[in-house]
């Protein structure tokens, strides 16, 4: 049975003095959790800062972007091997703000997937359609298409102990979060689609949903078989709305 995934993105937010306070937050609100992991990725500077604060407890680091280059004349860029000696584990890639403000593209995104397995990172995957793709039926197409470009390019394989996580874009951060059975349809849609290439491998994926989960929908959103825990935006960077809903996802891990 697959083990849920809260993650909290934390996006450009945060300075020292927060990165200190919601992780301490953190680590007394989830003190008790067993039956979900939870990783949180707090913007590069304070990755450090974060690893000692959350040492010791079951809390994982998690980084919001990977640079393809693994070293050299890349001025302002971050390499797998650099997240991996600061500690990170989980790294976010494909995120539809990156994919939209930096233009980057499906091929680029699955060459960051490729760079992460070689240093033996997790890439979260992200991946969903636009409100008008969503509107014009295209959401599995969108989806296949953006799954493919890591299937074409590495095999199914890769997908071995990595995260997808499905955000409509047009649920992120507008407090429109998918229904459950929306979510879950489209969910099950990616596991059938990685299954055509190889089951077991689509049947251990872990598959996050994300778009303005909070401490209210949560708990519903959890029931439905192929939703594996979260991405978390905006409500990752308050204590209690995040520890809400990693104990709806334990509860519904326990509960399954
Ligand atoms: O990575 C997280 C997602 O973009 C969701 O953000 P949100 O929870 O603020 O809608």
């Known amino acids: 049975m697959r ?4 993650m909290g993105n934390w996006k450009l937010n945060g300075n020292k003095q927060m990165t200190g306070d919601l992780i301490d937050g953190l680590r007394k609100a989830l003190s008790g959790v067993d039956g979900c992991d939870v990783a949180i990725a707090p913007p590069v500077i304070y990755l ?3 690893k000692h604060a959350l040492s010791g407890s079951h809390i994982s680091l998690g980084a919001q972007n990977v640079d393809i280059n693994l070293s050299g004349a890349f001025t302002g860029d971050i390499s797998a091997e650099m997240l991996k000696d600061i500690g990170a584990k989980y790294i976010i890639i494909g995120h539809s703000e990156r994919r ?17 397995k070689e240093a033996g990172l997790i890439p979260v995957l992200c991946i969903g359609e636009t409100e008008s793709e969503n509107e014009a039926g295209k959401t599995e197409e969108v989806c296949a298409r953006q799954i493919d470009a890591v299937l074409n390019a590495l ?3 890769a997908f071995k102990d990595a995260v997808i996580a499905y955000e409509p874009i047009w649920a992120i951060g507008t407090g429109k979060s998918a229904t459950p059975v929306q979510a879950q349809a489209i969910h099950q849609f990616i596991r059938q689609h990685i299954a055509k290439k190889d089951a077991a491998i689509a049947e251990q994926v872990i598959i ?5 989960v909070n401490d209210k929908n949560a708990a519903e959103l959890f029931t439905q078989p192929d939703i594996d825990g979260a991405l978390v935006g905006g409500a990752s960077l308050k204590a209690d709305a995040f520890a809400v809903i990693v104990n709806a996802a334990a509860a519904a891990k326990n509960a399954g």
């Open 3 to 6: 083990h849920p995934l809260v």
């Open 48 to 50: 450090d800062q974060a």
């Open 100 to 116: 939209t403000y930096h233009k980057e593209s499906d091929e680029f995104i699955a060459k960051k997937f490729a760079v992460l």
């Open 155 to 157: 095999g199914a394989d």
């Open 208 to 212: 996050q949903y994300g778009g303005s």
